[in-house]
């Protein structure tokens, strides 16, 4: 028989992997995201609201949560259970909105504090004082947990009547599953014409799964059905392996007709007998806590690698993307570089000014046409390796996330961008061809603007503009051409750089912001060893 036996060790390893597990994100759209980020919230929840709780405070009251189909008769039974109405039962569904948790007096200040769902606002009963009470500062009452207390219930015993698991309002659904997993025992109600019910199911092969304390009440059954639906749904529960769980059936009544009553005490005997036993008996009360406690433990081997192979998954797809973006813009950047190369700049508008400058065309004028036409070539480069990563991305699933679509995709902001780039290195080019003509020592010193204008077109115009080359030794002498050309080349080199580099970290940012890293995958796992070894 297992018992509780906890030292600081486990606990601090404990808590180390909970942090794991609250820092993984699953933020791509991928196949199994939706799971993983519920098995995480569910995980949380179950360290938060149970483990960490039960493991410091053995002592504390057993919690018997339970949980349900609509109108399985949840508070009815728990009505029954106490002998009066704490409670909220009726004919409309759903009936349950606020959590009802009932103890005895004497353990009212094991949950009147944070110590079990400490994401749950208490209201107590007497209600608050106005100014303490939730409710009256505006906090949803399905995320409110209301206490009661009654003599009649067991010291050392705590019901609490969940919503229904399968509520039409989503967060009923969310806390009930919360709920279910702070519990040492979990209670699960059906009934004659719902126990095939899929969603019940699930969390019964849950209970299983993490080999919680888990009893079953077959609610309203009829008398004259009482026997075959009793084996039926023992057949049932031996097929999936949950043979052993204690079966209680409540036979269909006239106060459990419209949920407004409290059962005949007889009917809720057995039920009450067997929580009571948990509760007054040492070693079953040690066993009951044990071995949900150790249950969900053990249950992280298979539950926190399921989890670090969401992340790696997470961060394989969005290393995918990346890798798309990083080839289409070098690609692109390649392609440029040979652009360059062959003066592909000076062609059109610029070729034209070219032709005509000095007599028809200033130097300010084919400066304008020459920096108007890298900024043109830079663009379609910008808008070639978009377009590629687009049609990569159209074929990962990962790249539908909502972030990634929400980018600025407008081409006159990526030419803003790319022309004030263009134009710095203009203006870089011009400063230095003044201090070139500065240092000439000569009484009639060349137009800086001229000697600009043919440096950027010995740059840009490849062979077509060996003259430009050949008029800016004449103006500035060799050693100074040579000297401003690579000046003017090493700066062209930089902005053609910055400009692709700015451009592909504006294309990666929204991926960057979703916080996809590899870390998670190994952390997950590391804390789950060293659990284990704690263990």
């Not at 039926?232 to 949920?259: H, I, M």
């Not at 040579?482 to 003017?488: E, N, P, S, V």
Request: charged fraction near 25%; aromatic fraction near 4%; proline fraction near 7%.
């Amino acid at each position: 028989m297992v018992t509780l036996d906890v030292r600081p060790q486990l606990l601090d390893a404990l808590s180390a992997l909970r942090d794991r597990v609250a820092a993984a994100r699953f933020p791509l759209p991928l196949a199994g995201a939706p799971r993983a980020r519920a098995n995480r919230d569910e995980l949380l929840a179950q360290l938060d609201d149970y483990l960490v709780p039960r493991l410091k405070e053995p002592d504390a009251p057993l919690l018997a949560v339970v949980g349900g189909s609509t109108g399985a008769g949840k508070s009815t039974l728990v009505n029954s259970l106490v002998g009066r109405r704490v409670s909220e039962a009726g004919v409309l569904r759903p009936t349950t909105r606020t959590p009802v948790l009932v103890c005895h007096p004497e353990d009212h200040h094991w949950f009147s504090g944070m110590r079990v769902l400490p994401e749950l606002p208490r209201v107590w009963v007497p209600h608050n004082e106005p100014e303490d009470d939730p409710l009256l500062h505006g906090a949803n009452p399905a995320r409110v947990l209301r206490i009661e207390t009654a003599e009649t219930l067991q010291p050392g015993l705590a019901l609490l009547d969940a919503p229904d698991i399968d509520s039409l309002v989503a967060d009923n659904r969310t806390l009930a599953a919360e709920l279910i997993c702070a519990a040492d025992i979990w209670v699960m109600v059906t009934t004659a014409a719902r126990y095939a019910d899929a969603v019940p199911w699930h969390l019964l092969r849950t209970a299983k799964e993490y080999d919680v304390t888990l009893i079953t009440v077959l609610d309203r059954v009829p008398h004259q059905v009482v026997s075959e639906v009793s084996r039926q749904y023992a057949a049932l529960l031996t097929k999936a392996g949950l043979g052993d769980v204690p079966r209680f059936t409540v036979p269909e009544l006239p106060e459990s007709a419209w949920g407004g009553g409290l059962l005949p005490a007889t009917a809720v005997a057995p039920l009450r007998t067997w929580l009571v036993q948990r509760v007054q008996d040492p070693v079953t009360r040690r066993h009951t806590m044990a071995r949900t406690a150790y249950g969900v433990l053990a249950s992280l081997k298979s539950r926190m690698p399921e989890l670090a192979g969401a992340a790696a998954a997470q961060y394989a797809a969005a290393l995918r993307l990346t890798s798309a973006v990083d080839t289409a813009y070098d690609s692109e950047h390649t392609r440029v570089r040979g652009r360059l190369q062959s003066g592909a700049v000076l062609a059109g508008d610029a070729l034209k000014r070219w032709r005509a400058f000095p007599l028809d065309c200033t130097a300010g004028e084919l400066l304008d046409a020459l920096v108007e036409s890298l900024g043109t070539l830079l663009l379609c480069a910008v808008t070639a390796a978009d377009e590629r990563v687009d049609e990569a991305w159209r074929r990962e699933p990962a790249a539908s996330a909502p972030e990634l679509a929400d980018r600025d995709t407008s081409q006159e902001n990526a030419e803003h961008r790319i022309g004030m780039a263009v134009r710095r290195w203009r203006r870089e080019v011009e400063e230095y061809a003044e201090d070139e003509v500065r240092a000439l020592d000569r009484s009639a010193s060349p137009d800086p603007e001229v000697v600009a204008a043919l440096v950027v077109t010995a740059l840009l115009g490849g062979r077509r503009a060996r003259t430009a080359g050949e008029g800016l030794a004449e103006r500035i002498g060799a050693h100074g051409a040579l000297r401003l050309r690579d000046r003017g080349g090493r700066l062209l080199t930089e902005c053609v750089d910055r400009v692709l580099h700015h451009e592909r970290e504006r294309r990666l940012a929204p991926l960057d912001a979703l916080d996809v890293h590899p870390e998670p995958q190994a952390e997950l796992i590391a804390a789950l060893s060293v659990l284990q070894k704690e263990r």
